[in-house]
C-alpha cells in the first residue's frame, strides 16, 4: 500500500551535489504530482460557481503548480552500512488536484553484514481542499459540475474525495500515514527472502478510496530467485487486515490473504 499510494511522476528538474562522500544535497523544481506540463493554467468554465469553487472559471488542474519543490539529503556512514535519506516531495499549496499529494518522509537502510539487510520507510501525505464524502452540499457541488473533477470533465478514475472530521464542512485537509521495512536475508547470489511488516493508516479513506476510514496492518512473505542475471522471479504471500469497516472482498471481509508472483527480464 505505501508503494500503490504514494507520489510517482514528477516533470521538472533535479539537481544532485555531492558535498562529501557522506553528505547529498537534492533539491529539484517540477509542476506537481501525476500532471502533465501541459496541463499549466488552462482553465475551464465553472457552471455552478459555489463556496468551493466561486468563480466563473477553475483550474483545469489545480495541482498542476509551478515550481512546485522536491528537496532531500542523504546521510551516509563510513562504512556504508548505514543511509539515512529524509525527503520532502511535490510540496506547493496542497489544493485539490489529481494526486497533488505534499509527500513528507524518509528512508533508513542498514546493512548488518553481507546476508542480512534492513530497509524502511515512512511517510505523510497530505492534501487540502478536498470536498467532504459526508457533505450533501457538497457532493452536490461535484455532481453538478462546480468542481474541476465533477464526472462532467473526468468521467472516471477522479481524484478521491475524503471522509472529513466535521460533517457541515464542505472540504477539508486529508492526511495518510505510512510505515514499512524490509528484513531480508541473501544466503547466496541468486536468493533473498524478505520479511514486510507494513502499517498504513487512512483516516479519511482519502488515498485508498476504499470506502471507509481506517487503519491496515499487513505482513508479508516473499522469496527472491534469480535463474540468471537476466530472469527473475518473486513470488510473496501477504496477509491484511484493517480495523474499521470490512474494505475487502467487494466490503465484505475485514482481513484477506493474497499470493501474488512477477517475473522480470532484465536487458
Same mark, same amino acid.
Given at each position: *500500500? #505505501?508503494?500503490? +499510494?504514494?507520489?510517482y511522476?514528477?516533470?521538472?528538474?533535479?539537481?544532485?551535489?555531492?558535498?562529501?562522500?557522506?553528505?547529498?544535497?537534492?533539491?529539484?523544481?517540477?509542476?506537481?504530482?501525476?500532471?502533465?506540463?501541459?496541463?499549466?493554467?488552462?482553465? !475551464? @468554465?465553472?457552471? /455552478?460557481?459555489?463556496?468551493?469553487y466561486?468563480?466563473?472559471?477553475?483550474?483545469?488542474?489545480?495541482?498542476?503548480?509551478?515550481?512546485?519543490?522536491?528537496?532531500?539529503?542523504?546521510?551516509?556512514s563510513?562504512?556504508?552500512?548505514?543511509?539515512?535519506?529524509?525527503?520532502i516531495?511535490? !510540496?506547493?499549496?496542497? %489544493?485539490?488536484?489529481?494526486?497533488?499529494? $505534499?509527500?513528507k518522509?524518509?528512508?533508513?537502510?542498514?546493512?548488518?553484514?553481507?546476508?542480512?539487510?534492513?530497509?524502511?520507510?515512512?511517510?505523510?501525505?497530505? &492534501?487540502?481542499?478536498?470536498?467532504?464524502?459526508?457533505?450533501?452540499? =457538497?457532493? =452536490?457541488?461535484v455532481?453538478?459540475?462546480?468542481?474541476?473533477?465533477?464526472?462532467?470533465?473526468v468521467?472516471?478514475?477522479?481524484?478521491? $474525495?475524503?471522509?472529513?472530521?466535521?460533517?457541515? @464542512?464542505?472540504?477539508?485537509? @486529508?492526511? =495518510?500515514?505510512?510505515?514499512?521495512? +524490509?528484513?531480508?536475508?541473501?544466503?547466496?547470489?541468486?536468493?533473498?527472502?524478505?520479511?514486510?511488516?507494513?502499517?498504513?493508516s487512512?483516516?479519511?479513506?482519502?488515498?485508498?478510496? @476504499?470506502?471507509v476510514? #481506517?487503519?491496515?496492518?499487513? %505482513? #508479508?512473505?516473499?522469496?527472491?530467485?534469480?535463474?540468471?542475471?537476466q530472469? $527473475? !522471479?518473486?513470488? &510473496?504471500?501477504?496477509?491484511?487486515?484493517?480495523?474499521?469497516?470490512?474494505?475487502?472482498?467487494?466490503?465484505?471481509?475485514?482481513? *484477506?490473504? /493474497?499470493? =501474488? *508472483?512477477? %517475473?522480470?527480464?532484465?536487458?
Amino acid at each position: *500500500m #505505501t508503494y500503490t +499510494y504514494d507520489n510517482y511522476t514528477n516533470t521538472g528538474l533535479l539537481t544532485t551535489l555531492a558535498l562529501t562522500k557522506n553528505v547529498i544535497l537534492q533539491l529539484g523544481i517540477d509542476d506537481g504530482t501525476e500532471t502533465p506540463l501541459w496541463n499549466h493554467g488552462v482553465t !475551464i @468554465a465553472n457552471p /455552478m460557481p459555489n463556496p468551493l469553487y466561486p468563480g466563473n472559471t477553475f483550474l483545469k488542474d489545480p495541482g498542476n503548480q509551478i515550481p512546485s519543490i522536491a528537496a532531500c539529503i542523504r546521510l551516509t556512514s563510513d562504512s556504508g552500512n548505514d543511509s539515512f535519506y529524509p525527503c520532502i516531495d511535490g !510540496i506547493n499549496n496542497g %489544493a485539490w488536484g489529481y494526486n497533488n499529494l $505534499q509527500w513528507k518522509g524518509f528512508t533508513y537502510y542498514h546493512k548488518f553484514n553481507e546476508h542480512w539487510h534492513l530497509a524502511f520507510e515512512a511517510y505523510w501525505l497530505s &492534501e487540502n481542499g478536498v470536498p467532504n464524502l459526508r457533505n450533501p452540499n =457538497a457532493q =452536490a457541488i461535484v455532481a453538478g459540475g462546480g468542481t474541476p473533477f465533477s464526472p462532467q470533465y473526468v468521467a472516471f478514475n477522479p481524484p478521491n $474525495q475524503a471522509y472529513c472530521p466535521d460533517v457541515n @464542512a464542505l472540504s477539508c485537509t @486529508a492526511n =495518510a500515514y505510512s510505515a514499512l521495512a +524490509y528484513l531480508n536475508y541473501s544466503p547466496d547470489k541468486l536468493n533473498n527472502f524478505s520479511f514486510r511488516p507494513e502499517f498504513y493508516s487512512d483516516p479519511n479513506g482519502w488515498r485508498t478510496g @476504499a470506502g471507509v476510514p #481506517t487503519n491496515y496492518l499487513a %505482513a #508479508t512473505l516473499g522469496w527472491q530467485h534469480w535463474f540468471s542475471p537476466q530472469f $527473475q !522471479i518473486r513470488p &510473496e504471500i501477504s496477509y491484511w487486515y484493517a480495523d474499521g469497516g470490512t474494505p475487502f472482498n467487494g466490503g465484505t471481509k475485514r482481513d *484477506m490473504f /493474497m499470493f =501474488a *508472483m512477477d %517475473a522480470t527480464i532484465h536487458f
